[in-house]
């Protein structure tokens, strides 16, 4: 081999494995309180401050979440579609990241949690040689379709948009060959290319209502009621949010192929891709504060406070990832089921599991 060749190779096989070790989900959180009234309520501060320490803990699973929901999610785990076949079918792709956390023997990572995300899609594929195919899938639904009657005091689903795109070449690049005739044949080795996108849009609004008692100075010229006292107080928020997801993936992967008894095809391999994308979740939040504490409303009107409260998360998937695949296709002569996981190299928490029909002629 070339030294020019050697080096390059080391070089990009260097980076791979740094950045593969090194490359986190990136999160930047702001959150602002901002109190008009008389009293600073400390209460209301660590509510807030605790909001953003749960949205901050979940985010990272959420966004590694939809990074494997968006990854895969054909109908074709088997590429067997040779020149004029034609497919179509659907499937459900879930990505469930974090899944150690429930795992009681071990110690947890207390800054994260589970997530689970899902991606619906319609697939269809065909052969363009003997060899080759292409395989594709396809959603979209809005809230101009229909909206769920999702209308709570706590909860109010407004609108929401989803889309989800992707398609890969697959080429067989060992062929299948008979070894126990009806009983097992060695399926081929497949090599695959392509792309994934994902996009989410959700708004979402309630009232948020809690009580609290709030450790407070109360004085007034020469009136002085005391030092930290405790003081019982009414918090009533109106919020809106916003929850978006965009996910972009490009990816190769490498699959070996069993049949049995020409019903069962059993594959396994491995995938690596580059990403890209964010997730994101901002609420504002509009609130007024309000006590029956005598003493207080002797020297003070209510409301005791108003409350304005801004939240932003934002979350970015790893660069690189690679993943080890495990599937199943049950043949029923032109439907086929197949069934698939797929579980992150990295940290070995994140899995997805997919189930999908699909027609072929």
Not at 48 to 67: M, T
Not at 77 to 100: E, I
Not at 276 to 289: E, K
Request: glycine share 10%; with cysteine; hydrophobic share 40%.
């Amino acid at each position: 081999m070339n030294i020019k060749i050697k080096i390059v190779f080391f070089l990009t096989t260097a980076i791979i494995f740094f950045m593969q070790s090194f490359v986190y989900a990136r999160t930047t959180v702001t959150s602002h309180l901002l109190g008009t009234g008389k009293l600073t309520l400390q209460g209301i501060d660590d509510t807030i401050d605790e909001a953003d320490k749960f949205f901050n803990r979940y985010g990272s699973g959420l966004v590694n979440a939809h990074l494997l929901a968006n990854q895969r999610g054909y109908a074709v785990g088997v590429p067997d579609l040779a020149y004029k076949d034609v497919m179509f079918g659907l499937s459900v792709n879930s990505g469930m990241a974090n899944m150690g956390y429930f795992d009681k023997t071990k110690e947890h990572d207390l800054g994260e949690l589970p997530g689970v995300a899902l991606n619906p899609t319609f697939n269809f594929g065909f052969g363009i040689t003997d060899r080759t195919c292409f395989i594709g899938k396809f959603f979209l639904y809005s809230s101009d379709i229909y909206r769920p009657p999702v209308d709570h005091d706590i909860l109010t689903l407004e609108t929401f948009k989803i889309c989800s795109v992707g398609g890969k070449f697959r080429y067989q690049a060992v062929k299948k060959r008979n070894v126990l005739p009806g009983i097992f044949n060695f399926g081929g080795i497949s090599l695959g290319t392509g792309a994934d996108f994902m996009y989410g849009k959700i708004n979402f609004s309630g009232e948020y209502i809690h009580d609290y008692d709030a450790n407070i100075d109360i004085s007034i010229g020469n009136y002085n009621l005391g030092k930290d006292v405790t003081v019982p107080v009414h918090l009533d928020t109106i919020y809106h949010g916003k929850y978006n997801w965009l996910m972009v993936s490009g990816s190769v992967d490498a699959l070996i192929q069993g049949e049995f008894f020409w019903i069962f095809n059993l594959y396994t391999g491995f995938s690596f891709s580059l990403n890209t994308g964010r997730l994101s979740l901002d609420v504002n939040a509009d609130g007024v504060v309000t006590t029956t504490y005598a003493d207080y409303l002797a020297l003070f009107p209510n409301p005791v406070d108003h409350v304005l409260a801004k939240t932003e998360q934002k979350h970015s998937p790893a660069y690189i990832k690679s993943y080890y695949i495990l599937g199943m296709d049950v043949n029923f002569y032109l439907f086929n089921i197949s069934f698939e996981s797929m579980v992150d190299l990295h940290n070995k928490q994140d899995v997805s599991a997919q189930i999908a029909f699909r027609f072929q002629i």
